[in-house]
């Protein structure tokens, strides 16, 4: 039952990224309350801090107060009533990631993508160094981070990328990604698929500025899973999909005008 509660909590978190809107808080304060109904008379919940991301339910995102649900969840006695924690927030304290300015989105994205490298970083060092009680202690911070804020922004970053054609955020990608090869995320292909579909060629062409050619042939399978997975293709699996055919074609030359290259 446990196993089955993650699961069931683990999907629904999935979900919001289609149903809400990515967001951080709008105070001098450092946090803000969350309540249980739609106004300061409502019971407060718990708060939510400055560097806690959440989502507002688009059904309420014009109204005064917005419901938010965050990635904490509350325990419970049993494992299967475990549930997220969700309350509302005055409108006035919430800011919504897309409607930053670009500059403020990139700021944020290139934080995160810092912190995940370095996270990465700090395991392979602990790994060479044979040091296990390290190698516990930032695998937990590495995973709490990949849950709470890299899982998140990699799901915001390709509408930034396909509004801005920032190429510089694609190459610290490649980088973060690269150090972070030993992760078992997928959530990084489905990112950079849906940034390959916006912008093939940008894309592709960042690839030229990787230097080892196990790194390039790695970004170019990070691509393809994407690629699949935003199509829904099962691997191996021929599709009659002609974006999908194009976009795969030219994935390919590519593949092998760089790789045969260097």
């Given at each position: 039952m446990k196993q089955l509660a993650i699961l069931l909590?683990?999907?629904c978190a999935v979900?919001?990224?289609?149903?809400?809107k990515l967001a951080i808080i709008n105070d001098s304060d450092g946090y803000v309350n969350i309540r249980k109904g739609k106004g300061t008379?409502?019971?407060?919940?718990?708060?939510?801090n400055k560097d806690e991301f959440f989502y507002c339910d688009?059904?309420?995102?014009?109204?005064?107060?917005?419901?938010?649900?965050?990635?904490?969840?509350q325990m419970a006695p049993k494992w299967e009533d475990i549930k997220r924690i969700e309350g509302y927030v005055h409108r006035s304290r919430i800011q919504i990631i897309e409607n930053l300015s670009y500059k403020k989105q990139k700021e944020?994205?290139?934080?995160?993508?810092?912190k995940q490298k370095q996270l990465a970083e700090n395991?392979?060092?602990a790994w060479e160094a044979k040091d296990s009680l390290a190698l516990v202690k930032i695998g937990e911070e590495r995973s709490f981070h990949n849950d709470y804020k890299y899982d998140l922004i990699l799901e915001f970053l390709p509408t930034y990328f396909c509004s801005t054609q920032d190429t510089a955020i694609i190459q610290l990608f490649y980088e973060t990604m690269w150090e972070d090869s030993g992760s078992a995320n997928e959530m990084p292909s489905f990112t950079i698929g849906k940034c390959y579909v916006c912008y093939p060629d940008l894309v592709i062409s960042q690839i030229n500025y990787l230097e080892d050619k196990e790194e390039k042939e790695f970004i170019f399978n990070k691509i393809e899973l994407g690629?699949?997975?935003y199509f829904g293709i099962e691997e191996d699996?021929?599709?009659d999909n002609e974006e999908y055919n194009n976009l795969k074609t030219k994935l390919n030359n590519e593949r092998k005008k760089l790789t045969t290259n260097h």
């Amino acid at each position: 039952m446990k196993q089955l509660a993650i699961l069931l909590f683990l999907f629904c978190a999935v979900s919001l990224f289609a149903q809400g809107k990515l967001a951080i808080i709008n105070d001098s304060d450092g946090y803000v309350n969350i309540r249980k109904g739609k106004g300061t008379n409502y019971e407060v919940i718990t708060t939510i801090n400055k560097d806690e991301f959440f989502y507002c339910d688009t059904t309420t995102i014009k109204d005064e107060w917005i419901k938010i649900l965050t990635m904490r969840w509350q325990m419970a006695p049993k494992w299967e009533d475990i549930k997220r924690i969700e309350g509302y927030v005055h409108r006035s304290r919430i800011q919504i990631i897309e409607n930053l300015s670009y500059k403020k989105q990139k700021e944020l994205i290139v934080e995160i993508l810092n912190k995940q490298k370095q996270l990465a970083e700090n395991i392979h060092t602990a790994w060479e160094a044979k040091d296990s009680l390290a190698l516990v202690k930032i695998g937990e911070e590495r995973s709490f981070h990949n849950d709470y804020k890299y899982d998140l922004i990699l799901e915001f970053l390709p509408t930034y990328f396909c509004s801005t054609q920032d190429t510089a955020i694609i190459q610290l990608f490649y980088e973060t990604m690269w150090e972070d090869s030993g992760s078992a995320n997928e959530m990084p292909s489905f990112t950079i698929g849906k940034c390959y579909v916006c912008y093939p060629d940008l894309v592709i062409s960042q690839i030229n500025y990787l230097e080892d050619k196990e790194e390039k042939e790695f970004i170019f399978n990070k691509i393809e899973l994407g690629l699949l997975n935003y199509f829904g293709i099962e691997e191996d699996e021929k599709s009659d999909n002609e974006e999908y055919n194009n976009l795969k074609t030219k994935l390919n030359n590519e593949r092998k005008k760089l790789t045969t290259n260097h």
